[in-house]
């Protein structure tokens, strides 16, 4: 079974500094794709950064970047410069096969604070 | 572009009420489609998802059925609405690549309570 834990159900940050979200995962496929998703107040799910499990090097978007350890199965996202608009619920998940079908974490909530 | 209409935005039924739920995307052509349900202060669970017309898997036994009568138009319906239906709804798309998997992008979602 495939499954996405998220341990952290709430976190703050000041505006300005920096935060790291955890998120571990179990699969048994050898290849499959992982993903931060925010959802803000008005409960769009907006993708925040995507990662190929084949590829070694993290990915990164802007202030966003993510710690990939494969062996591990770890999966963490940091936010650098953390602004007023970054508050928001965060889901990590899991995509495999063929049909992309995603497996989500139970989200963090994250406030930043002026 | 690609967008993705969900409606309506909100409902409030009644129980033993029935239930349709539309979600069309527009600039792509046979996109894979999802429908996913979001408990309050939950993570997403997935309900059904479509790789084509007519094609239907669903993930979780329930009252729920889901239907792809056009390439882009995915349907979410009940006959008799249950309590436990109430939920926040939110249907995805992705275009997948050759063996491989790719990003979902999600609607705006619809609030549904069943009262």
């Known amino acids: 079974a495939q499954t996405v834990t998220q341990s952290q159900p709430e976190m703050s940050v000041q505006e300005a500094e920096t935060v790291t979200l955890s998120c571990t995962y179990d699969?048994?496929?050898?290849?499959?794709?992982l993903f931060w998703y925010k959802q803000p107040p008005s409960r769009q799910m907006i993708l925040v950064i995507r990662q190929e499990a084949y590829k070694q090097q993290n990915a990164t978007e802007n202030r966003f970047s993510v710690n990939f350890q494969k062996a591990a199965k770890s999966f963490s996202l940091k936010i650098s410069d953390s602004q007023l608009g970054d508050t928001a619920m965060y889901f990590c998940a899991l995509a495999f096969g063929n049909t992309g079908k995603l497996i989500f974490g139970q989200g963090t909530t994250l406030q930043v604070k002026p | 572009s690609q967008t993705i209409h969900q409606w309506p935005a909100t409902l409030v039924q009644p129980v033993g009420s029935p239930l349709s739920l539309e979600c069309t995307v527009e600039?792509?052509?046979?996109?894979?489609l999802y429908w996913y349900r979001q408990a309050a202060g939950r993570g997403l669970q997935l309900l059904f998802y479509?790789?084509?017309?007519?094609?239907i898997s669903s993930e979780v036994p329930q009252n729920l059925s889901a239907s792809r009568p056009q390439d882009r138009q995915f349907i979410l319906s009940s006959k008799k609405l249950l309590l436990s239906d109430s939920g926040f709804y939110l249907c995805?798309?992705?275009?997948?690549?050759?063996?491989?998997?790719?990003?979902?992008?999600f609607g705006p979602g619809t609030r549904l309570t069943v009262l």
């Open positions: 699969t048994s496929e050898s290849n499959y794709y």
């Open positions: 479509s790789v084509g017309i007519g094609q």
């Open positions: 600039g792509t052509s046979n996109p894979n």
């Open positions: 995805a798309w992705s275009v997948l690549g050759m063996g491989s998997t790719d990003t979902q992008y």
